[in-house]
């Protein structure tokens, strides 16, 4: 039997809380939050695949324990878990306030991505890591600091987390998304700078929704031109005879 599964007769009598009223640290963390979420959606679906979650900020629920201690003192922060970004295969991609594991059928995260800050990062790197191996047993961790280039990540083996080693460009692959990890330099929403994106097995840069939305303005302008210059060329013919 799962541990899931031998809490699902236990029963809630109070509200489960969405947020801890606790500030993102920057911007460009809310930004990196929003990119790489945004970037895993695509990277789903251009395989067709649509079985799946990404959530961002928001609680994870593991245990009614952990949900009671929660509501009893909800100032007291030890047990509040909410990723910064979190990945689950094989469950509906569905809108969710939380993510409550007995509720999912069990489903821990899959890939968790951590934001390192002046105030957490070390916290990242060390308790939340041990816990995320421990607790979640959640198969891949990464972790990287907003606006430079240190990325690490980290695959769970019966030991605990085993560091991912990177590839000739410094990249590392997550078989969690068969895609690879990698910063980039560049402008997102305005902002230029490093940013964590995402490429596939080829080393292509998979696009944001704006990105592919650009370049697909751009393939409809030079089918215009070419239609055009074609046209031109007809008519320049025309009037030679």
């Known amino acids: 039997m799962s541990q899931a599964t031998a809490w699902i007769d236990d029963s809630l009598d ?4 969405t947020g801890d009223g606790e500030p993102l640290d920057s911007e460009r963390h809310g930004l990196q939050m929003s990119i790489f979420a945004s970037l895993v959606r695509m990277g789903m679906r251009e395989r067709g695949k649509e079985d799946f ?5 928001m609680f994870v629920y593991y245990s009614v324990q952990q949900a ?25 991609g569905h809108q969710r306030d939380y993510w409550v594991v007995w509720e999912e059928d069990g ?12 105030s957490t990062g070390r916290y990242d790197q060390a308790g939340k890591k041990d816990f995320y191996a421990r607790t979640f047993r ?4 990464f972790h990287y600091r907003p606006g430079a280039a240190e990325l690490d990540g980290y695959s769970l083996r019966s030991s605990g987390y085993s560091r991912i080693r990177p590839d000739a460009s410094g990249r590392l692959w997550s078989r969690k998304l ?10 997102y929403e305005g902002r230029d700078g490093l940013w964590l994106r995402l490429f596939g097995e080829d080393g292509r840069l998979v696009q944001t929704p704006e990105e592919a939305m650009a370049l697909e303005r751009d393939r ?16 320049a013919l025309l009037g030679e005879r």
Do not use: N
Request: glycine share 6%; charged share 35%; proline share 7%.
């Open 107 to 118: 489903h821990y995260p899959d890939l968790v991505l951590e934001l390192l800050s002046p």
């Open 220 to 235: 409809e302008r030079r089918r215009a031109d070419e239609a055009e210059a074609e046209a031109a060329r007809l008519r």
């Open 178 to 187: 068969e895609l690879a990890l990698g910063v980039w330099e560049g402008v």
């Open 138 to 141: 959640t198969p891949e961790y």
């Open 53 to 57: 979650y990404v959530g961002t900020d």
């Open 68 to 92: 009671k201690a929660i509501a009893k003192d909800p100032k007291t922060r030890e047990h509040f878990k909410g990723p910064d970004v979190f990945f689950v295969d094989g469950v509906s």
């Open 14 to 17: 109070f509200e489960l809380c």
